[in-house]
């Protein structure tokens, strides 16, 4: 009697351990379907020419990252994680010369990660013309987008 009581208790702990582990697989799996949004990087490059700086001011809803000048083909990037709700947006104005553009530099729908043009590492060049992104299937800054 004495080892079935030992059998029945061995028994339960090796199904716990079992449970236990297929819990931990399925919050695993469960991490992996996208609701975990992916830390994302947006990097910002100075492409006007000549030795012109690029002033900027980026902020969403949330976060303002302050005034900052960037030197002649010079660079700056930012990280933020983007809501699972879809809404995360960051927008920026650019000013050169006598010139003042707005951009929306992140737009969740437009740059989440399985969108046509998606990204977790969203680089662009800001051009007199407009800000290009690059396209993660050229290699190149050609997805050129008109200023707000």
């Known amino acids: 009697m004495g080892s079935l009581k030992v059998l029945t208790g061995l028994l339960l702990i090796m199904m716990s351990t079992c449970i236990h582990v297929a819990m931990s697989h399925a919050q695993d799996d469960f991490s992996l379907t996208g609701f975990d949004n992916p830390r994302t990087t947006v990097v910002i490059i100075n492409d006007l020419g000549?030795?012109?700086?690029?002033?900027?001011?980026?902020?969403?809803?949330?976060?303002?990252?302050?005034?900052?000048?960037?030197?002649?083909?010079g660079s700056w990037?930012?990280?933020?994680?983007?809501?699972?709700?879809?809404?995360?947006?960051?927008?920026?104005?650019?000013?050169?010369?006598?010139?003042?553009?707005?951009?929306?530099?992140?737009?969740?729908?437009?740059?989440?990660?399985f969108a046509e043009f998606g990204c977790i590492r969203c680089e662009w060049k800001i051009r007199k013309t407009g800000p290009c992104k690059l396209n993660k299937d050229s290699g190149m800054f050609d997805v050129c987008l008109p200023w707000n």
């Not at 976060?63 to 030197?71: E, F, S, V």
């Not at 930012?78 to 000013?95: Q, R």
Request: glycine content about 6%; hydrophobic content about 25%; proline content about 7%.
């Open 50 to 73: 000549g030795s012109m700086p690029l002033r900027y001011h980026c902020n969403s809803k949330d976060d303002d990252l302050g005034d900052r000048t960037m030197p002649p083909s």
């Open 77 to 113: 990037f930012f990280e933020f994680k983007p809501s699972v709700f879809g809404n995360t947006k960051f927008y920026c104005s650019f000013s050169w010369g006598n010139e003042l553009h707005y951009f929306d530099i992140y737009r969740y729908r437009r740059d989440r990660l």
